[in-house]
């Protein structure tokens, strides 16, 4: 094997941002279409429906941290190759598989290809760059999933304007992703991993690592309630003829609002994070959510909805990037697939547990407004313990902000 290390070039990453795309999304590119689907279905209950969606997120859950640590293994470009193939004809399988079932199945196994996908390119960034380029990178990558929504959640309303099962035709572009992947990417190495003469004493960092992926779990939690109910929101809401009929298109416009405000935020992170401590991000992080979804409960007008999704993706798009470099600075590189592995377990067992509790809370609020507003004030919550570290770390000996700071750098 040539031990002389893999250079990526611009080529190399374009395509690890378009791969990125399909993280957060991916499972829920067809969420326009949701109420179209229960129409054709209409003896499916609407939690039976929101399985499309969800489904891909806890295959993700229960097979993430197995496909990390494959990867770590194999290596990561054969399962990066094998994960884009998977999401492009799992994905794509709605269009012509005519039973409700058998459309669930192909979601659990899109969510496998979707785990690969989220393990991989997470570990070839920090594998492929270090220091600030990786730092920038990384916001990069959280700006391509803000790219993904927008593109994949707007695609994905236009083509269910055409019918609900074209709407799966939009993960036919992992087609052209993985023809990019196998030209432009190479398996990485690493002199100083790749040996494992002697005995070793670094160790996967259990506990900080859980610390990382509960704080992701709870906000994508938060943040899945807008793929899954926002649709239905805005179809029993008078402004979402303002597009027309198509309330699909107009579900899909705004959550490519939200996407285009996650990307903004995830350029603004790469050339300036360093300033902040994880815990000033993170708050901020709860706090736009809290606001975003405050506001879609209380919203009256077209504007209104508009920046209250934006407040959502600004939220988004400082969680991913945050919590992706957090585990970067903390993981050993031969740990790296696995470290993600969880990480892509977290991302995505919050949203399978955010379909689990919209039912008994929307059983308690009656209504998509209350329920919103729920989901906001408990965004508000969750932001008091890090209010709280970021005020102890604040006030903590000087060397422990340094600590962070020089991870970013």
């Known amino acids: ?20 795309m399909l993280i957060l999304m991916g499972g829920a590119a067809i969420a326009p279409a949701l109420p179209l689907i ?25 097979t993430g941290y197995f496909v990390g640590a494959l990867s770590d293994k194999i290596g990561k470009i054969p399962v990066l190759v094998a994960s884009v193939a998977i999401f492009s004809i799992a994905g794509s399988s709605g269009y ?12 659990f196994i899109l969510g496998v290809g979707i785990a690969g996908i989220t393990c991989t390119t997470s570990s070839l960034i920090v594998c492929y760059y270090d220091g600030a380029t990786r730092a920038r990178v990384l916001g990069y990558q959280a700006a391509a999933m803000g790219i993904g929504v927008l593109i994949l959640e707007t695609s994905g309303g236009i083509l269910a304007g055409i019918s609900w099962r074209a709407a799966f035709l939009v993960y036919l572009i992992g087609v052209v992703i993985l023809a990019g992947v196998l030209l432009t990417m190479r398996e990485p190495v690493r002199p100083d991993i790749e040996e494992k003469t002697g005995v070793s004493d670094e160790t996967l960092p259990v506990v900080p690592l859980l610390l990382g992926y509960g704080t992701l779990f709870l906000g994508n939690m938060l943040f899945f309630l807008l793929p899954t109910k926002f649709p239905y929101l805005l179809a029993n809401m008078e402004i979402a003829q303002v597009l027309g009929e198509n309330t699909a298109l107009t579900t899909g416009v705004f959550l490519g609002i939200m996407g285009c405000a996650s990307a903004l935020i995830g350029i603004w992170y790469g050339r300036n994070a360093w300033k902040f401590h994880r815990y000033t991000l993170i708050t901020l992080c709860f706090i736009f959510f809290g606001i975003g979804m405050c506001g879609l409960g209380c919203v009256t007008s077209f504007a209104a909805v508009g920046i209250a999704v934006i407040f959502v993706g600004l939220g988004e798009g400082i969680l991913m990037p945050t919590i992706l470099h957090w585990i970067a600075a903390i993981t050993p590189k031969q740990y790296l697939g696995r470290a993600n592995g969880g990480l892509s377990v977290a991302l995505n067992l919050g949203q399978f547990v955010s379909t689990l509790v919209i039912v008994p809370v929307i059983a308690m ?26 005020i102890k770390e604040r006030y903590a000996p000087h ?3 340094q600590k962070w700071e020089s991870h970013m750098e």
Not at 96 to 107: D, K, P
Not at 365 to 390: E, S
């Open 365 to 390: 609020v009656a209504t998509y407004r209350n329920l919103f507003l729920a989901f906001g004030c408990a965004a508000f919550v969750l932001a008091l313990p890090y209010v709280l570290a970021m």
């Open 399 to 401: 060397h422990s902000v």
């Open 1 to 20: 094997m040539d031990s002389t290390p893999f250079r990526p070039t611009r080529w190399t990453f374009l395509f690890l941002m378009l791969s990125a």
């Open 38 to 62: 229960s129409d054709a279905f209409p003896d499916a209950s609407e939690a039976t429906i929101s399985l499309i969606i969800t489904l891909p997120a806890l295959a993700i859950a229960l």
């Open 96 to 107: 012509y598989l005519t039973s409700l079932y058998a459309i669930l199945i192909g979601r």
